[in-house]
């Protein structure tokens, strides 16, 4: 029997090059400075439309262009989605490749549908005349919601990013390391979604 080491790919030499550069305390330390910038962003993006949010210039108010119901679905949609990228974690727990791949699957389409309903809500205020241009409080809401739209997708992007690394490379340690970096981040835009589900959309209806 031969004792030869099994040749490595080029391609898994420059992954695991990569990751060298990057030791886990550096990636930690890095990420949650990026989490903290982001929490900084929307916060800022809170307190302007607190301050603007009743500046209707005489259009409509909330009440006249918000459908509680359209918007609680969405909600559902991406409260799912925290809940299936949960048991993704969890399929990786249990080193299981193809069933974290599963539902990170599963997190994404739900993350599609967020997205998707967000659109249609979007489109709909602008047909009706409700673009950022109108009030202030338009503008506030349109930068605040479509700010956190834009970290949605950047999430599935992401998300979709691994989905190819996992499927190539399996669950190895660099691997769980970005699906854990991404889980924090997707649970982040979760609560990030409730504050402004309760504070813009909730609060202006009623």
């Keep these: 029997m031969s004792n030869a080491p099994t040749p490595v790919s080029d391609e898994k030499v420059a992954f695991y090059l990569e990751e060298d550069h990057h030791p886990e305390s550096s990636t930690s330390i890095g990420f949650w400075l990026y989490m903290m ?4 962003i929307f916060a800022t993006l809170f307190a302007v439309y607190a301050v ?3 500046s209707y210039a005489a259009g409509p108010a909330p009440a006249d262009l918000f459908d509680l119901r359209l918007i ?23 080193n299981d490749k193809a069933g974290t791949i599963m539902w990170l699957g599963i997190t994404g389409l739900f993350g599609l ?13 602008i047909h009706e005349g409700a673009t950022p241009q109108r009030s202030a409080f338009l503008s506030a809401f349109f930068t605040l ?6 970290h949605v997708t ?36 979760d609560v990030i979604w409730i504050g402004v589900f309760s504070f813009v959309y909730l609060m202006g209806v009623l």
Excluded: P
Aim: aromatic share 12%.
């Design 37 to 40: 910038s982001d929490a900084l």
């Design 52 to 54: 603007l949010g009743r």
């Design 72 to 94: 609680a679905l969405n909600t559902a949609m991406l409260l799912f989605s925290s809940i299936t990228y949960g048991f993704a974690m969890l399929r990786m727990e249990k």
């Design 113 to 125: 549908a967020f997205l998707g309903i967000e659109l249609y809500e979007f489109s709909h205020l």
């Design 145 to 150: 919601v479509g700010t956190h739209g834009l």
């Design 154 to 189: 950047f999430g599935i992007i992401w998300l979709v990013t691994l989905m190819i690394q996992v499927k190539k490379m399996g669950l190895i340690e660099e691997n769980r390391r970005r699906l854990m970096c991404l889980s924090m981040f997707w649970h982040f835009l």
